[in-house]
């Protein structure tokens, strides 16, 4: 199994930042894909920010500019540092991870947060 543990989430005042974390544990032999998403209340869950091992980095349109998305390979976290927050932000921001548990291709993890409430109020 393969865990996620979110935290740093809050209230907090339009224009004001929030770091969230993520860090993962248990059986992980590499992570090639973290993520930030959320859901507000009466939507559907929506991609915030993304980054895979490798590859580019990608941002919803919505938080581009704001958002910035970076990893801690050493210590199996993933950060989504928040600037500039609108009361639209406001939403249960879930952490996503993807690797494999073991040397074999076979063995793959794809797994998801608790969530984090983040509320921005105007």
């Known amino acids: 199994q393969v865990q996620l543990v979110e935290s740093g989430g809050g209230l907090v005042q339009a224009g004001g930042s929030l770091r969230l974390s993520c860090a993962a544990s248990?059986?992980?032999?590499?992570?090639?894909?973290m993520g930030w998403y959320r859901q507000a209340p009466g939507k559907e869950r929506e991609m915030v920010a993304t980054?895979?091992?490798?590859?580019?980095?990608t941002y919803a349109d919505s938080v581009k500019g704001r958002f910035t998305i970076s990893r801690d390979n050493g210590k199996k976290t993933v950060y989504l540092q928040m600037n500039n927050l609108k009361p639209e932000d406001t939403a249960v921001y879930f952490c996503?991870?993807?690797?494999?548990?073991?040397?074999?291709?076979?063995?793959?993890?794809?797994?998801w947060g608790q969530g984090t409430q983040v509320t921005v109020s105007s």
């Open positions: 996503n991870a993807r690797g494999l548990r073991t040397l074999n291709f076979q063995n793959q993890f794809n797994s």
């Open positions: 248990g059986m992980i032999f590499r992570i090639d894909f």
């Open positions: 980054l895979r091992e490798g590859g580019p980095t």
